[in-house]
């Protein structure tokens, strides 16, 4: 059982929105802002989406934005496309050990 | 542009060691500024979070595995490796390395993963 929760799936047709969540505790997503989204495509290397909450690396488009709301982040997509489709996995820093905790990833399916 | 290209045998036995390594391009390890990782992620499962190492040879290492593993750092080979002892069916996952920066606690770049599978 990971760490941090995330729904096991979230689809939406292109151009909708959606949002994934990741339910921490207080120790780590609550204390922290070091709160990061990946993308994994299988075979590829993970890709950074989000880092500190809502920051976006280059060339991530501004269409990929991150929040948090007290224990709870979210990464929401905006005008859906069909490369989005990928698992999303959110991870915090916390102040006890492990280090980084990881949520059990989101497959997000573009209908 | 910092790629990070795992390697390492695809198949090992029950009880002997899993040995990784993650070779570095595009950076060097030794000019600092830098937590060197290792991540794995069982079949089907989440990401656990290993360890890591600085070039100065500092290491940290989750609870759950710390009596089992080492990563060490090769600065003039510009790699670093994961030691995983005693492994078991359970050490069954695709093992990945990464990199986070220091003061920012995010892993910017990761090797694309490579499948160790544990069997007899």
């Known amino acids: 059982q990971s760490a941090l929760t995330q729904p096991a799936s979230v689809s939406g047709s292109p151009g909708q929105s959606i949002t994934v969540s990741c339910t921490g505790i207080s120790s780590d997503v609550g204390d922290y802002n070091y709160i990061s989204w990946y993308q994994l495509h299988p075979g590829k290397a993970p890709k950074l989406m989000i880092y500190e909450v809502s920051n976006r690396p280059s060339g991530v488009p501004d269409r990929i934005s991150g929040s948090k709301s007290g224990n709870t982040a979210s990464l929401t997509i905006s005008g859906l496309q069909a490369e989005d489709e990928a698992d999303y996995y959110c991870s915090s820093y916390t102040s006890s050990s492990p280090r980084w905790v990881f949520g059990g990833g989101t497959k997000v399916t573009v209908l | ?120």
């Not at chain 2, 069982?42 to 890591?52: A, M, Q, S, T």
């Not at chain 2, 080979?77 to 986070?100: E, G, I, P, W």
Request: one cysteine or more; aromatic letters at 14%.
């Open chain 2, 1 to 120: 542009q910092v790629q990070l290209q795992e390697s390492g045998p695809g198949l090992v036995k029950p009880s002997q060691t899993l040995s990784l390594t993650c070779t570095v391009s595009g950076g060097s390890i030794s000019s600092g500024g830098y937590y060197w990782n290792w991540i794995r992620q069982h079949p089907g499962k989440g990401l656990e979070w290993i360890g890591f190492i600085y070039y100065s040879g500092t290491t940290y290492y989750t609870p759950s595995l710390k009596s089992r593993v080492t990563i060490s750092v090769d600065t003039s080979k510009n790699q670093f490796s994961l030691k995983l002892s005693s492994v078991t069916a359970a050490d069954t996952a695709v093992y990945y390395c990464a990199r986070v920066p220091n003061g920012v606690w995010d892993f910017d770049y990761w090797g694309q993963g490579t499948l160790v599978t544990v069997s007899s």
